[in-house]
């Protein structure tokens, strides 16, 4: 799971830096979104990951939970943080 969670931020901090015009995940780093607009859909996901947990819906579960680490692995990326600090961190907690 570690190499997709590095893969996914490498494209991360790709389109933080290129700023691809038709690009969702550039969106968030311009100040048009910004740091509110993630954590605001964190705070989304996070009641939708829970519904969809109360429905026993693993499909929807599942797309939720992505949802939160995609948007959580974002606002890493704007503190200035990386995939292994996040990894480090659940690596203590084993």
């Known amino acids: 799971m570690s190499d997709v969670l590095r893969e996914l931020f490498d494209v ?24 509110n607009a993630v954590l605001e859909k964190l705070g989304e996901e996070s ?6 947990a109360k429905d026993d819906d693993h ?3 599942a ?3 992505a949802d939160i680490v995609y948007h959580m692995l974002v606002l890493l990326s704007m503190k200035d943080m990386s995939a292994d600090d996040l990894l480090a961190e659940l690596e203590e907690r084993r």
């Open 12 to 35: 991360i901090e790709d389109r933080k830096e290129t700023l691809p015009e038709d690009s969702y995940t550039a969106s968030l780093f311009t100040h048009e979104k910004g740091e």
């Open 47 to 52: 009641t939708e990951l829970i519904l969809a």
């Open 59 to 61: 499909d929807e579960i």
């Open 63 to 65: 797309h939720e939970a």
